[in-house]
């Protein structure tokens, strides 16, 4: 077993974060987009010696029964290029967690089997907003001829990606669709009576309500990356910049609320995105939802269930159950 020298002083890489949960610890890589686990207790000690700048013999005073394994996770933790050991830990900075983004959206979901005038302008140009994600659902059989208006739409604008989601349909010739427009990326086709996934496209047998109220599952449902990070700090990482514009032109957060705001109207999406009462959802953390402010996974979970605000109180909950359960640490089997 390797020996340190106990007069060093530990410090975590840029891109490693330390996370702390009721039950357990963990350290999100978020370069390469992996989670660790460890002992809630190590990543405490670690967490206040790098925070304090503590030298590293003090957290050997509170490991001295069990210093061999102490020094096991000390070695893995270097191995594996989590953490560092360093003389002069003041010129580590650490992450820059400041979140910049210039534009007013990223996503917007358009529901396509109603194609209005006030719809058709949005298409048109969603680079107004600083979007450039469009994701284009529709809730009845695919309709071709709207489709290819769609795509004659979009010419021109700054959308880098577009999803389409569709009820299955066996006549759909995606090629052509591929063909025509290079920024569709991806067609999920519901209610298929096969599971099939090849290339841009897949077929899977769950309803519309289904795909789009999927809760997270595993920990391949979290988004273990820089934005993703730094966004979650302080916003939804779900909700944050989206919008969710139904068939009768209404402007929600997403398909699962169910009253919505107003109507898109001319120029009025600039104006109803900028109401406190809008951007509440964008700006609730998950440190601010009862249980999730709990759970390791919180900074990089893009759990799609809309927090419900406590009477009086700053605090959110959730009228549902997470598959996850923080205190236990433990996924719903
Ligand atoms: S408890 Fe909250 S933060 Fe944790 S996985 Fe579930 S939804 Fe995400």
Redesign the pocket.
């Known amino acids: 077993m390797r020996r340190f020298n106990k007069e060093l002083y530990i410090k975590f890489y840029d891109s490693c974060v330390p996370v702390i949960g009721a039950n357990s610890g963990v350290i999100y890589d978020i370069q390469r987009g992996e989670i660790h686990f460890f002992p809630k207790i190590l990543i405490e000690k670690l967490l206040e010696t790098t925070k304090k700048n503590i030298k590293l013999k003090s957290i050997y005073n509170v490991f001295t029964e069990t210093t061999p394994v102490l020094e096991e996770y000390i070695d893995y933790l270097i191995n594996i290029e989590l953490i560092f050991l360093t003389e002069y830990p003041e010129n580590f900075v650490g992450l820059n967690t400041e979140f910049l983004q210039p534009f007013l959206l990223d996503v917007i979901l358009l529901e396509i089997d109603i194609l209005s005038e006030e719809k058709i302008k949005l298409i048109q140009r969603p680079d107004l907003y600083g979007c450039k994600e469009l994701i284009l659902i529709t809730r009845e059989e695919f309709q071709e001829h709207l489709f290819l208006d769609i795509l004659k739409y979009l010419k021109g604008n700054k959308i880098q990606n577009i999803k389409l989601i569709t009820k299955y349909s066996p006549s759909i010739k995606i090629e052509n669709y591929l063909k025509i427009e290079p920024r569709l990326r991806e067609i999920l086709f519901y209610e298929s009576p096969y599971f099939r996934k090849k290339e841009s496209a897949t077929y899977i047998n769950n309803s519309l309500e289904a795909i789009m109220n999927r809760r ?1 599952e595993n920990i391949q449902d979290f988004a273990v990356n820089l934005h993703a990070f730094t966004e979650s700090l302080n916003h939804n990482l779900f909700f944050n910049r989206k919008i969710y514009v139904n068939n009768n032109d209404k402007i929600k957060h997403y398909f699962s609320e169910k009253n919505g705001f107003e109507k898109l109207k001319e120029n009025n999406l600039i104006s109803i995105i900028n109401k406190d009462s809008f951007k509440e959802l964008w700006d609730i953390s ?1 440190d601010q939802i009862e ?2 402010k709990d ?1 390791e ?2 900074y990089i ?1 893009p ?1 799609n269930r809309i927090p419900i605000k406590r009477k009086n109180r700053n605090i959110y909950f959730h009228k549902t159950k ?1 598959n ?1 359960n ?1 205190y236990t640490t433990k996924w719903k089997t």
Request: charged share 25%; hydrophobic share 25%; aromatic share 16%.
């Open positions: 997270i998950k249980i999730c759970c996974f919180r979970c759990d997470c996850y923080p």
